[in-house]
């Protein structure tokens, strides 16, 4: 990463850096990312199995994933101002524990000798303080500069692709050779030395590395860790809630789509699942290319705006493809350009809000952008369902394209500022 020894940046760091330098902390938080993500994936990789295992049917186990997305979209506003007001060491330990906490619950489910879908169903009950990524992303704003962030923020697709691909590969694996208790413990190993390393490296405070973190007016009581008006208020600055509905409603329709990938795989694709994870680790390669490398390099020649724009051309694009696509070698040429989309989006509008927000409140903002995943996880197993019953695959190339031709027309007409100024 360039500038990562500026001269005008040295003896501005936080107070609680401690011994390791800017480069190596955010080595250790893509590390920390990368392991958190693995640990996912793996499992995500059994969940199906256990829940069959244990007599749940697909209502059911609709619930037990609407559980988990609607615990994280509560928790994620929450912990972000967590990690603002307790520093970047907290917020990764407190994740870390929380998602031990969750694979061992899941662990314990695997026991025939325990009441197995009641500790299952209590193994979500964790989620809302399982925001490793939220934390490394708040970590990277603060410890990048502004012209570098874009490219920072992509580079945790690296992460995000390698967690996929390991996680799933690893998960299947030891569920086929050692049951499906392995996979579970093996990830609660994994999550106890993610918060052995963050409590041993990673520095307290990450927030005067970008901007000076501000303090609470004079005579004002700071506010709580709950306060949902300070966390509310953010999304009334300039320039942040234009930008927090486009991601919101721009990539809500290809999440739909992927809440429902599973199911048109197997009935529209009629692929097997040994075919499926193939495909699933096409896309996690995409994604680690497009969001780990081609996007630091096109925020180097194009403003955010533009990139901005272009996601939405490009969802609008792939949405057309997607209604007239019927076989998965035509899902596969139209894979490419709704991985772009999806990744440049996420990237290019969680880089332009933490811009817009001052440095004491990044970890708040990326809590809410991170809030918009889960809730695509919990609207979107109904709603989703619904519309595929009723109308098939087609209509989700319908909705994304009408939904991102509307926002295109309104960016054309109204753009957002092509540079948001960090708010002091």
């Not at 501000?214 to 306060?227: E, I, K, L, R, T």
Request: charged share 10%.
């Amino acid at each position: 990463m360039q500038g990562a020894g500026a001269p005008q940046r040295q003896g501005q760091g936080p107070a609680g850096m401690g011994a390791l330098g800017r480069p190596w902390v955010l080595l250790l938080t893509y590390l920390l990312t990368t392991l958190d993500l693995i640990s996912l994936f793996m499992q995500f990789s059994i969940l199906p199995y256990l829940s069959r295992r244990l007599g749940l049917d697909s209502a059911a186990f609709g619930y037990l994933q609407t559980t988990f997305g609607a615990l994280q979209l509560l928790g994620g506003p929450v912990f972000g101002r967590f990690a603002d007001q307790h520093g970047a060491r907290a917020a990764f330990t407190a994740s870390f524990l929380a998602s031990s906490a969750l694979y061992l619950l899941l662990a314990a489910a695997c026991s025939p000798a325990l009441p197995g879908a009641a500790l299952l169903f209590a193994s979500r009950l964790p989620a809302p303080l399982m925001h490793t990524l939220p934390a490394a992303q708040m970590v990277i704003a603060d410890l990048s500069a502004p012209q570098e962030r874009p490219a920072a923020l992509g580079r945790l697709g690296l992460c995000f692709g390698v967690g996929t691909i390991l996680g799933s590969l690893l998960g299947g694996t030891l569920n086929d050779t050692c049951g499906t208790q392995c996979p579970a413990l093996v990830a609660l190993v994994a999550s106890l030395l993610g918060a052995v390393l963050s409590v041993a490296c990673i520095p307290a405070s990450t927030k005067g590395a970008s901007a000076h973190a501000q303090a609470a007016p004079p005579g004002a009581p700071p506010a709580g860790v709950f306060d949902l008006r300070a966390i509310a208020r953010l999304l009334l600055r300039p320039g942040v809630l234009p930008v927090f509905l486009v991601k919101v409603v721009s990539g809500f329709p290809s999440g739909l789509f992927m809440i429902m990938f599973s199911v048109i795989c197997m009935d529209f694709f009629r692929l097997e699942a040994a075919q499926a994870g193939y495909l699933m680790s096409f896309s996690g390669l995409l994604l680690m290319v497009i969001q780990g490398l081609a996007i630091g390099r096109l925020s180097g020649r194009f403003s955010e705006a533009a990139l901005l724009r272009a996601s939405v051309l490009g969802f609008l694009v792939v949405g057309l493809a997607m209604a007239l696509m019927s076989t998965v070698f035509h899902f596969c040429l139209l894979l490419p350009g709704l991985v772009f989309s999806m990744c440049t989006l996420n990237v290019v509008t969680d880089s332009m809000l933490t811009k817009a927000v001052s440095a004491s409140d990044t970890g708040t903002m990326l809590g809410l952008c991170a809030s918009v995943q889960p809730l695509t996880r919990t609207l979107g197993p109904t709603l989703g369902g619904l519309l595929y019953r009723s109308f098939g695959v087609p209509v989700f190339g319908h909705v994304q394209f009408a939904v991102n031709l509307l926002i295109l027309l309104v960016l054309w007409r109204q753009p957002v500022p092509p540079k948001t100024v960090k708010v002091r």
